[in-house]
């Protein structure tokens, strides 16, 4: 299948490309370096350094199919993403070319604009350009669990049928996203369900948990050359790789408040499959598809015990930097994509102790000031 | 009561101006005169020439309290906006500056970004600009009624109360807008919403049917020089106005479609009431707020009779550009407004006939060109 990976330079996009590669299909990486640019802007870096793009193609060549790399920021250049779509004429287009960050997109007035700005202005760009160029190509976007927040009634996977007044309507699941990040995904998902409405377009939204791991069958081809960023920091790092760290410096593991805050969690290599399943069970004409894509659900709580006792580390409750219910109801539905054959990896202590090692043979690279949130979603 | 008015040289916005400085408030427009250019950019204008926004503040001192007014763009001027903020020090900021036609956002890709990067951006930077400077400032927004779309269950005012698998969430009313422009509202409902949750922040949001109508107190003082725009074009035009102009050369009034398309619609002089009504019970602190701003609800084709009826012209039914149902249920809550002590003004015969009137007056005007719509939804 031909696909186009945008944002393919990332730390769920390098490994999508490889995966995708070595099953054949044909890959095109479009990718503008903004992530690289935010990093800088955040004062942050990834455990290890990044390869450039070019050293990654040239590196998996001797691996598998070669990529096609191009250098675009899909917000800022619609042309050139108009040329590579009508070039590149992809059947599917796996669209994670976003800022990723909810800590970012509260850091300031500028990372807020910028993360809206970038976000729903590439998607948009997206749509249009393949409105024009390849209507009948398939759109698979991440998007995250994030949308939803914590309602006190089940998540469906993107719909919600409701009864009110003795009538029925079938509606987009109702949105309380806790971050401006996750509002720019939920603007995402409301521009795209009018793309496939009005104009036809094809859609599978990826409601996706929080992903930890860093190690997937084509990283292991060669670690040192074809390893994906490992974020930790308090901007771009998510829970599990931030106690992780803590763990292989002996430190106590962290929690915001409470740790009562429920999640839907996945492993990385689930990621690249729950993406393929998607990608062979494509969305029809004008269909906008929701899935929720995790395998587990934890609390806070839940994984700093996993990992304490893997790892004999104290646990410490810190002051909650964001605004979120820290006990609360979860129930999210995530029947669609193990109905599609999704055969998941769950959170092993083995998995921890591999992340825990992996940490510990790059601890020079770590930048433990990086770790405690300085970002407050309240005004002090 | 200190009040900004943002986008107050605009249909909406001008008027308002007039009448709350009548009523004694201290008011300070800031509009960035977007308006004009986007009218440019469609090659469309007003049925009479606009007078510029410092000729209006001449013409109004000898009516009412001098107004304030800035050119400023609130989407590209953060810092401009902010140091208004800081100096005026509002205790409540109407905010009209969107870009405000369905159509103008489904007419190229440009325009589409130009509509969501223009209003999602304005509001936020006003967003971060009260926080900042005036975390206690009344924001009243103006919204539409097409965020809801024409759902098949009553369209309750902003919020909905579910029952769902034997639990209950009260949860934003679930939107499906019909077009980029409506969309772009939706975002900035989703973003004040959060705002209001997480920041304090206290926001009325306004989802207004559709205005006729050019008179106002305010306007009758100087009608020469104190009149607002009329539009009856396919871009910036809305119905009534169209029918107006059709009228007034006798030719058929146009229905886009069966016609059975069914819609809120307002007196302006009520939408100057209604915001009156808003500002004076305002949204107390962290309250997001949603009144549904019309008054009496008209299927296009109730609208072309009555026209009809008054001037004895001839309705023709052409094809409808844009994607919407055509025949569907409608029923919009509308009682906080009446609650607060609304008095409507409901559309006459005697209003039609002034309408009609005025245009007629104007006939020199009329470019009949611009009535036909030429932007249509769906890809051709």
Redesign the interface.
């Known amino acids: 299948m031909k696909i186009l990976i945008l944002g393919g330079d990332g730390y769920l996009g390098w490994p999508t490309a490889m995966y995708l590669s070595r099953r054949d299909h044909d890959v095109t990486i479009v990718d503008g370096m903004n992530k690289r640019l935010w990093e800088a802007q955040a004062s942050v870096r990834p455990l290890t350094h990044t390869p450039t793009m070019e050293e990654r193609r040239i590196a998996w060549m001797k691996h598998g199919k070669p990529l096609m790399t191009y250098t675009c920021d899909i917000a800022d250049n ?1 042309r050139k993403l108009q040329e590579i779509i009508s070039m590149v004429k992809p059947e599917a287009v796996i669209h994670y070319a976003e800022q990723p960050s909810a800590p970012f997109s509260m850091m300031s ?1 500028a990372a ?2 910028e993360t ?2 970038n976000n ?2 590439g998607t ?2 997206l749509m ?1 350009a393949l ?1 024009h160029s390849a ?1 009948e190509c398939h759109i698979i976007k991440l998007g995250t669990m994030g949308e939803y927040g914590t ?4 998540i469906e996977e993107g719909w ?1 049928d ?4 003795e ?3 079938r ?7 806790g ?2 990040y996750h ?1 720019s995904k ?2 995402d998902s ?2 795209l ?2 793309g496939c ?4 377009l094809r859609v599978t939204d990826l409601n996706q948990g929080v992903v930890y791991g860093t190690g997937t069958d084509e990283i292991w081809m060669n670690p040192g050359k074809l390893f994906t960023s490992f974020h930790y920091d308090a901007i771009f790092g998510t829970v599990l790789n931030r106690f992780a760290v803590q763990a292989a410096f002996d430190i106590p593991l962290t929690v915001y408040g409470s740790g009562g805050q429920t999640r839907g969690f996945l492993d990385i290599r689930d990621t690249l499959q729950c993406v393929e399943l998607a990608l062979l069970n494509p969305a029809v004409h004008g269909e906008f598809r929701v899935f929720n894509q995790f395998t587990e659900v934890f609390t806070i709580n839940d994984l700093a015990r996993r990992v304490a006792n893997v790892t004999d580390c104290t646990v410490a409750h810190v002051a909650n930097p964001r ?1 979120e219910e820290e006990e609360h ?1 979860y129930n999210p539905v995530h029947t669609a994509l193990p109905a599609l054959g999704l055969d998941p990896h769950p959170l092993t202590d083995d998995t921890i102790e591999r992340m825990v090692n992996y940490v510990h043979g790059n601890r020079g690279g770590v930048n433990l000031s990086s770790i405690d949130p300085t970002i407050q ?3 002090e």
Chains 1, 2 share one sequence.
């Open positions: 619609d007035r807020a604009i809206q700005r729903v202005i948009l760009n249009f409105r209507p309602p006190n009634i089940d919600l409701v009864e009110h007044n009538r029925t309507a509606v987009l699941y109702p949105k309380s996203p971050s401006l509002l939920v603007h409301h521009n369900e009018f409405r009005v104009w036809g605004v109801y979603w309240r005004q």
